[in-house]
């Protein structure tokens, strides 16, 4: 998949449409921020996809990410550490962003 196949995005890199996201897209998008993704980091991008369908809307803030994931997969995988060495920068965003979900709108 090269950047002309990934579907639409912002001017951030985040899709338009969540729904034209699938595994080769979040595959790019990963590479973009230098993430080789491994089984944990599609177990948080499949939970956050699960999440978007549920709310339709992505956790609006790195804390609420963080809980999220706590209250579904436990303290082991809901800290910031965790999401942090997964996910660089701001974790919800990076995460939401590989996910093909809208920009977190309480992320920096």
């Known amino acids: 998949m090269t950047k002309?196949?990934?579907p639409e995005r912002n001017n951030e890199g985040f899709l338009e449409d969540a729904w034209a996201w699938n595994r080769e897209t979040a595959e790019e998008l990963a590479s973009e921020d230098g993430v080789s993704l491994n089984?944990?980091?599609w177990e948080i991008i499949?939970?956050?996809?699960d999440f978007?369908?549920?709310h339709?809307?992505?956790?609006p803030s790195n804390r609420l990410f963080v809980k999220a994931v706590k209250d579904?997969?436990?303290e082991e995988k809901g800290n910031s550490i965790y999401l942090m060495q997964l996910f660089p920068g701001t974790p919800a965003k990076t995460a939401c962003r590989i996910a093909g979900l809208p920009r977190p709108t309480n992320c920096l």
């Open 52 to 54: 978007y369908k549920e």
């Open 72 to 74: 579904a997969m436990g």
């Open 46 to 49: 499949m939970f956050l996809r």
């Open 56 to 59: 339709e809307m992505s956790p």
């Open 39 to 41: 089984e944990n980091h």
């Open 4 to 6: 002309d196949t990934v």
